[in-house]
């Protein structure tokens, strides 16, 4: 009894927790329009701090502290959210606020060995945050809905895949990680390793946006998981640059490089406040209500030869430039790419070749439902001309019998009217007939009968 009633309990405590969940949903706008008030206030307040280093450092740290603080309360609030609607895509968006949290952590940690520590924050205590946060995000990642491809559909987003990441992992080599090592020197070990570390992270954030243009993304409405790829997207490139602009020694802190960052953070909170949006407003679907399937968003695709032609020009600028790799090196690279590649589009062929016949065939059964269609129509119009036929047949054959006997009933009246006429010209005549027995007599002048 007691177990029962701890049950209801913990029931009504949960419906009590859900409805409170539920009312308090800001309009997805008002989170937009806090995003982009919050972008332009980091960028103006920047510029203004821009003659003053250590203020335009101070202000930077606190505020990308602010702003994860902010982004993990709405992933947080999000993965709550959705707690109500589906354990997978719960779990998978507590993955992402628990990474969050740890690049909160990170950040917190970096401000205060900067700000208050008058240290440098590389490395430190927060560089372990900051790694161990790439994997858990894309753990989060992976717990996403995904389409269930077939073995041909999964083998195209493999070479896909691969396109994409051996072009990414020549262009960072090239340009970030070999440089990195090569001005090593005397640098510390830890430096050193920390140094590859980060772009190599970024690698796996590349793995985690190619997770979900490929494997989640099916549908133009999926406006969270677009968010979250923009988001990702900006923090790579803005990571990509800061390590080049390093490597080189042209890097400038409050410049607009700096906005990368806050920019990537918004929209990945954005993400987790859109995916709310939409479960309120009932347009969130899950995946295994619909039957997706690879390539049904046809932009994604074309990415991988994007990058093929990015690591095809990579190796025609290295002719005469000097990179982290030897020109061989980046010839064999950029061929197994090609090689990729061809192998893509002969299944691309192959398919559309096995369309086309699928097409012919479909084609040649709707001709021929088409003729059989055309000759039950010809056979139902020559019965119906038949039965038509009949029908005028029959409607004359009745006009006719309708018109004798009309016929026919003129002429008993007529014959009537005259025999009438007879009994009443003759004078003391009566006209008798026997029936049955019995004699009738009619006598003019009284039409009653006699019976005698």
Known sequence: MADHSQSTRTLRLAEIARSAVMRWVLPFRYSLAAGALIIISFYLTTVALSNNQEANTNFTDIASFSIDVLVTLAL???????????????LAWLILALARLDFTIADAVWAYTEIVLQESPFPSMADFFFITNYPLFLFGVFLLPSIKFTSRERLKMMLDTGIVMISAIIIFWSLIIAPSIQKSGDMDALVLALSIAYPVADLVLLFAVLELIFKKIYEKEQTPLLFLVGGIIILIISDAFFFRQTAVGTYVAGGL????????????????LSQVDSIQRGTFNEIENKNPHYGQISWPLYLPYLCAACAFALLIWSHDHTIGLSFESLSWAVALIIGLTIVRQVLALNENSQLYREAQQEIAERELAQGEVIRLNEELEKRVAERTSQLETTNSNLLNQILVRKLAEDALRNSERRLGDIINFLPDSHLCHKQRGRSNCLEPGNREDDRH
Do not use: N, Q, V
Request: charged share 10%; glycine share 12%.
């Open 257 to 272: 490089l700096d906005m990368g960052w806050p920019t990537a953070y918004i929209l990945i909170g954005l993400a987790g």
């Open 76 to 90: 947080f609030y999000c993965s709550l959210y959705c707690y109500f609607h589906g354990k997978r895509i719960y």
